[in-house]
């Protein structure tokens, strides 16, 4: 742990591999095998879990609790991923919220996305638009095709709501299975 740590202040690390590239990072918190291992000069993350935050290099203000979550996550700042593999494709994007197991697990992968919420299990799996709100267990979980998921301002609350769009913007789907195929 902090193998790497030159000037640094005010880092934790806990966990075998974690922080271990940090050389000037500041107050950040790493836990778990290999969490924010390639952190070199990010500041003020926290990753609790395996793997959490393993790719952010200066990535800055993300909170990572679970496995893999916010896992290959480079430069993207002020994202929260709570769960397993949550925005764990992440690379570059910012100002998002992912909270369920692979919620948002694809997000930003393809496509900087901003300013996202996905809130349930496989919520806004593919979702690569900005201003997009999943709350429900698969709700707008998107598609594989058309660069996974593009599409902006969509709000999808409910169970498998809005889950098979694949590049529709301005849309409001409330409720169990709406607009399920658009």
Sequence with gaps: ALDAFTTGN?????????GTAVT???????????????????????????????????????VALGYYAGGQMTSGEDNIALGRNALA????????????????HRTGQ????TNTVA???????YNQGNNNIAIGHYAGHGSSTNAY?????????????????VSGSQNVAVGRLTLHVN
């Design 149 to 165: 998921s593009p599409g902006d301002n969509n709000v999808a609350v409910g169970y498998s709501s809005l889950a098979n769009f």
């Design 89 to 104: 494709y992440n690379t570059t994007a910012n100002d998002n919220i992912a909270i369920g197991q692979y919620a948002s």
């Design 110 to 113: 393809k496509r900087a996305a």
């Design 24 to 62: 000037t990072g500041n107050s950040n918190v790493v836990l778990g095998y290999n969490a924010g291992y390639l952190m070199t000069t990010g500041q003020y993350n926290v990753a609790v879990g395996d793997l959490a935050l393993a790719g952010t290099v200066t990535g800055q203000h993300n």
């Design 119 to 125: 809130i349930g299990k496989y919520a806004g799996f």
């Design 10 to 18: 005010n880092n934790t690390a806990l966990g075998w591999g974690a």
